[in-house]
């Protein structure tokens, strides 16, 4: 599959070769939906808390005697069935994390990149590099483009001025070819890849 590589105001510099064992593959949406499912769990804080009757704040007294009241037999007041009591087998804090192999998690980098590449959102960008960090700049450039909702992937080191630059831009994420996943592929309308960016990930997938 050959793509135009283009520079930041548009101009068409050359073109490259992406490998169809990368780019060209047949989007499968359950191998997606995995591994999105596997990568959205892993980031749940599993913070959820309820208290038992252990630590709620009601005296631990019998509310009143055995028999003779004509009620039903109780002990104290942080019973879960009295308002305010103890939660019975509530949520408490644990991980939602589940394990997905290695290889499913790269197949599934490989079918989000396909999917981009045969929708027609995957871009090559010459290189993403500013002599200063000027947000304003780079706003006018994207704008001209086109871009509003855009993931751009970069080599193994990110340009500081074009990170600092491009932070401030709703909707624009810059992240080195290490940070490339599913979930953020996915979510953002466009996806840009640098030379640096295209050569690190067919090195990591091949």
Do not use: C
């Given at each position: ?5 283009i520079k ?22 359950d191998i ?149 996943n599913v ?24």
């Amino acid at each position: 599959m050959k793509l135009d590589v283009i520079k930041l105001d548009g101009a068409k510099v050359g073109t490259v070769e992406l490998g169809d064992e990368i780019f060209g593959l047949e989007p499968r949406a359950d191998i997606l939906h995995r591994v999105v499912r596997w990568q959205r769990n892993k980031a749940q804080a599993g913070t959820h808390k309820v208290k038992t009757r252990s630590e709620t704040s009601y005296s631990t007294k019998k509310i009143y005697r055995q028999k003779g009241t004509g009620g039903a037999r109780h002990g104290d007041r942080n019973a879960p069935i009295f308002r305010k009591g103890g939660v019975y087998k509530g949520p408490t804090p644990r991980s939602h994390a589940h394990d997905l192999p290695k290889k499913f998690r790269a197949l599934g980098l490989k079918h989000a990149l396909s999917a981009k590449a045969k929708a027609g959102e995957l871009v090559v960008l010459d290189s993403a590099e500013m002599a200063a960090p000027r947000t304003a700049e780079l706003a006018k450039s994207l704008k001209s483009l086109g871009w509003k909702r855009v993931l751009i992937i970069d080599g193994a080191q990110v340009n500081e001025n074009f990170a600092m630059a491009a932070r401030n831009i709703e909707g624009i994420d810059v992240l080195p070819s290490m940070g490339a996943n599913v979930y953020d592929i996915l979510r953002r309308d466009t996806l840009v890849l640098t030379k640096a960016g295209v050569e690190a990930l067919e090195a990591r997938l091949k």
